[in-house]
């Protein structure tokens, strides 16, 4: 497996338009994760799925984005109606979580990223 | 809500010198802690995962320590050199700190 991979690394658009975004976690992975990472912050945390159910979604995400997994394997994020506050690095980072056979939570693994998508809102 | 805050958020060291990395967190019901390097331009890559029932945890001359009960971390690098240079982060979970942005000089 060669690791967490993102499609496309760049995109350039203009103010308004739509935007989609694609991640492939690694194979075993049952979580992915998105993140947004403007220049000098770390990555801030956007939605994540567990299988193909998303399960937190931040606040701070306006309506306009939206996420999907929906095979509980690649994932989109797409951005409609896109601004030039949307101009960022976009991550995705995916682990293996380990539950009890009560179903709960006992611990996750190494997040492992992708190489980000960059967006530019121009 | 969870709030990571790492200090300082640059270092300048000589090669050489050993130094030590602060991640103070606020809600100290975590599964675990993260530390992660990001050079400029890139990707996060993973160093060290400490699962809170750890207190620390050591890879080659990194050590992370875990002290739950203060909502603290601190990531030691021994014997720093020019490649160690890069932005370290923490991450509790799904919530990062800014990141300490280091830099050692030849």
């Known amino acids: 497996d060669t690791g967490v991979s993102q499609d496309p690394r760049h995109k350039i658009t203009k103010r308004g338009q739509n935007v989609t975004f694609r991640c492939d976690p690694i194979?075993?992975?049952?979580?992915l994760y998105w993140y947004r990472q403007t220049l000098g912050q770390g990555p801030e945390f956007l939605t994540y799925?567990?299988?193909?159910?998303?399960?937190?979604k931040s606040r701070l995400l306006s309506d306009r984005f939206s996420a999907e997994r929906p095979k509980g394997s690649f994932s989109t994020l797409e951005i409609q109606r896109t601004e030039q506050g949307d101009s960022a690095m976009y991550l995705c980072?995916?682990?293996?979580?380990?539950?009890?056979?009560?179903?709960?939570?006992?611990?996750?693994?190494?997040?492992?990223f992708g190489p980000g998508t960059r967006l530019t809102v121009l | 809500k969870q709030e990571v805050t790492q200090i300082p958020a640059a270092l300048s060291v000589p090669e050489g010198e050993n130094l030590v990395l602060n991640c103070s967190f606020t809600?100290?019901?975590?599964?675990?802690l993260q530390w992660f390097r990001q050079d400029p331009g890139k990707g996060l890559t993973s160093l060290l995962l400490?699962?809170?029932?750890?207190r620390e945890q050591t890879s080659g001359r990194l050590n992370a320590s875990l002290d739950k009960s203060s909502g603290r971390s601190t990531l030691y690098i021994a014997a720093s050199q020019p490649g160690d240079s890069a932005t370290y982060l923490c991450?509790?979970?799904?919530?990062f700190g800014a990141g300490t942005r280091l830099t050692v000089k030849p």
């Open positions: 799925f567990q299988n193909e159910a998303q399960l937190e």
């Open positions: 194979s075993e992975h049952n979580r």
């Open positions: 991450a509790v979970v799904m919530r």
């Open positions: 980072a995916s682990s293996l979580a380990f539950f009890w056979a009560t179903g709960s939570l006992l611990s996750t693994d190494t997040q492992y």
């Open positions: 809600d100290s019901a975590i599964y675990n």
């Open positions: 400490i699962q809170s029932s750890q």
